[in-house]
């Protein structure tokens, strides 16, 4: 099963910007769309940004719209979130997921990593 290993994440005062890494095990990475999703502590898991296996669509969460991108290197087997003007909102355990078909924004993902901290101070 393919793996999936994230990085990039710490700690940043709001304004700032971090990139978020996450490097598939597997040479079908390019079957999968893919998937960040984030979980504040003791709140549920929700999505950030997801970005189709075969087509450039992407779909972001209404509060990370203008500031979060999503792409992906098939190359590399990696995907990638850039986040810019970062708030202390959005201090969270970020995680990459995979599933086979179109992305979609519940979390029904077939595949994850261990997660990746972020913490935006103010």
């Known amino acids: 099963q393919m793996q999936l290993v994230e990085s990039g994440g710490g700690s940043v005062e709001a304004g700032g910007s971090l990139r978020l890494s996450c490097v598939a095990s597997?040479?079908?990475?390019?079957?999968?769309?893919m998937a960040w999703f984030r979980q504040p502590p003791g709140k549920e898991r929700t999505l950030v940004a997801a970005i189709n296996w075969s087509t450039p669509r992407t779909l972001f969460a209404d509060s990370v719209e203008g500031r979060f991108t999503i792409s992906r290197d098939n190359a590399k087997h990696t995907v990638f979130l850039q986040m810019n003007e970062l708030k202390p909102e959005d201090t969270a355990v970020y995680y990459c997921?995979?599933?086979?078909?179109?992305?979609?924004?519940?979390?029904?993902?077939?595949?994850w990593g261990q997660g990746t901290q972020v913490t935006v101070s103010s």
């Open positions: 997921a995979a599933r086979r078909g179109a992305p979609t924004r519940a979390a029904t993902y077939d595949i």
């Open positions: 597997a040479p079908t990475f390019s079957s999968y769309s």
